[in-house]
C-alpha cells in the first residue's frame, strides 16, 4: 500500500511546480471557504474591479490617462448602482408584496382547476390525490408568507450591511483599478519564483474568464430586458419581476431555464386562464428562451472552453454548494479552470514524453 501511495506521489508531484500550483490553489479555495463571509467586501471589489479592467484598458487606448479612465468607470458604476437601488428594487418590492397579497386568490383560482381535473381525467386522478396536493401547496405557500414575513423583520442589519457596502465596495474597486499594478508588484513579491506552471494556467484562464463573465452580464441583460419589454407589452401582470427571475435565470444552466418557466406560465394562467392571452405570452417566451439558447449564447461564447453538461451541473451543484449566488455564476469558469489545471498538471507520463520530443528537436 505504502509503494502504491509513493508510486502516486511521484507519478504527480514530482514537479516542483505542480506542488506550488496546488499551495497556492488551495490557499485560495481555503480563504474564500473560511473567510469569505468576513472578506466578502473585498472579494466582491476583486471580483468587480477585474470585470471593470477592460472598459478602463479600452480608455487608455484612446489616450485616456489611466486616472481619469478609472474614475469614469466608477463614477458610471456608482450611477449604475444607485439606479438600480432607487428604481429596480422598490419597483421589485412593489411587486413581490402584491404577488403575496394576491396568492390566496391564486391558491383558490388554481384549487378549482384542480378539483376538475378527477371529473376531467377520472382515470388519472381522484379527489384524494388533488387534496393532498392542495394540502401541500397550502403549507408551502404558508411557510413563503412566514419567510417574507421574518425578512421583513430582519431588514435592518440587511440595510445597514447594504449602507456598508454602498460606501466601501466603491471605494475598494477604485484603488484596485487605480493601484493594479502596484498591488500585483507587491503581490509577486511574496509568490515563489518557480512559480510558471501556474503563470501558464492563469495566462490561459484570464481571457477565457474574463469573457465568460462579461458575456454572462450581457447575457442577464439583453434577456431580461427582452423579456421585460414581451410581457409589458402583452399586459402580463408583475412583469418587471417576473423579467428579473428570466434574467438571473441564465446564470444556472439548464435548470434556470426549466425552474423559472413556472412562474411565468403560472401567472400567466391566474391572469387568463386558458385563453388566447396565455398561449400567445408563452409563444413569446418560448421564441425569448430559443433565441437566448440559439442566437444569443453561441455569439457572447463562442470561444469557451467546451464542457461536457454533466461536468457543468456538477460545477453549479459544488460551487454554489460552497459559494452561493457567486459560486453558481462563477460554476462554469471554476470548472474550466479545473479542466485547465488538470490539462496542464505535470505528471511522469507527460514528462517522458517531452524528453524525446526534446532530444528530436536538439
Request: aromatic share 12%; with cysteine; glycine share 6%.
Amino acid at each position: 500500500m505504502i509503494n502504491i501511495l509513493r508510486s502516486w506521489y511521484e507519478r504527480n508531484f514530482s514537479d516542483p511546480q505542480a506542488v506550488i500550483l496546488l499551495i497556492l490553489l488551495l490557499s485560495g479555495f481555503l480563504v474564500v471557504i473560511y473567510m469569505g463571509s468576513m472578506l466578502a467586501p473585498l472579494l466582491t471589489s476583486i471580483v468587480l474591479a477585474y470585470m471593470m479592467e477592460p472598459v478602463v484598458t479600452l480608455l487608455q487606448k484612446y489616450r485616456v490617462p489611466r486616472l481619469i479612465a478609472v474614475i469614469v468607470v466608477c463614477v458610471l458604476f456608482i450611477v449604475l448602482a444607485m439606479l438600480i437601488l432607487l428604481w429596480l428594487v422598490p419597483v421589485l418590492s412593489n411587486q413581490i408584496t402584491q404577488l403575496i397579497q394576491e396568492l390566496p386568490k391564486h391558491f383558490e383560482k388554481g384549487r378549482h382547476a384542480l378539483l376538475a381535473l378527477p371529473e376531467s381525467y377520472p382515470q388519472l386522478f381522484d379527489e384524494k390525490q388533488v387534496n393532498e396536493i392542495m394540502v401541500a401547496i397550502s403549507s408551502q405557500i404558508t411557510g413563503l408568507g412566514q419567510k417574507f414575513l421574518s425578512f421583513s423583520l430582519a431588514s435592518i442589519p440587511v440595510m445597514f450591511a447594504l449602507v456598508i457596502y454602498l460606501f466601501l465596495v466603491p471605494l475598494l474597486i477604485f484603488f484596485f483599478l487605480k493601484d493594479k499594478h502596484v498591488i500585483l508588484n507587491w503581490i509577486n513579491r511574496y509568490l515563489p519564483k518557480e512559480r510558471g506552471l501556474a503563470a501558464k494556467v492563469w495566462v490561459e484562464m484570464d481571457q477565457q474568464i474574463g469573457n465568460y463573465v462579461r458575456g454572462k452580464i450581457a447575457e442577464i441583460v439583453i434577456v431580461g430586458g427582452a423579456s421585460y419589454v414581451v410581457f409589458l407589452a402583452m399586459g402580463l401582470n408583475y412583469s418587471m419581476l417576473l423579467a428579473v427571475l428570466v434574467g438571473l435565470s441564465v446564470i444556472i444552466p439548464f435548470i434556470g431555464a426549466a425552474a423559472v418557466t413556472i412562474p411565468v406560465v403560472m401567472i400567466a394562467y391566474f391572469q387568463w386562464g386558458w385563453s388566447a392571452d396565455f398561449f400567445y405570452v408563452v409563444l413569446a417566451y418560448s421564441i425569448v428562451q430559443a433565441v437566448d439558447g440559439n442566437v444569443l449564447v453561441p455569439l457572447l461564447f463562442s470561444e469557451a472552453v467546451n464542457l461536457h453538461p454533466v461536468a457543468i451541473i456538477a460545477a453549479v451543484l459544488v460551487f454554489g454548494g460552497l459559494w452561493g449566488l457567486w459560486g453558481v455564476f462563477f460554476a462554469i469558469p471554476l470548472a474550466t479552470l479545473v479542466k485547465a489545471v488538470l490539462s496542464a498538471w505535470p505528471t511522469a507520463q507527460k514528462q517522458k514524453k517531452e524528453v524525446p520530443e526534446e532530444e528530436a528537436a536538439a
